[in-house]
């Protein structure tokens, strides 16, 4: 078992549930598929396995100068 969490720019929550794999690798094709499916490839999510480990991360998008988000509203 798997679960996926998806962030916006304010880091509140758009998406928490389970995902149901049988490998990391799985795990991640299910993600990036709903990803791509509801137009959130950009957004910051991770997935992480049973025990807490992380299997994919992707952070919010700063710029280094500025501080500021560099995703789309």
Known sequence: MYHMTVYNL???VLY???IDAKSD?????IGFAWL???DH???A???IN??????S????????????STEKA
């Open 10 to 12: 304010n880091g509140d």
């Open 16 to 18: 928490d549930q389970a």
């Open 41 to 43: 490839k950009e957004k």
């Open 45 to 47: 999510h991770r997935i």
């Open 57 to 68: 991360f992707k952070p919010h998008q700063v710029h280094a100068k500025t501080g500021k």
């Open 36 to 38: 791509a499916e509801h």
């Open 25 to 29: 690798d799985e795990a991640k094709e």
């Open 50 to 55: 049973a025990k807490g480990r992380l299997i």
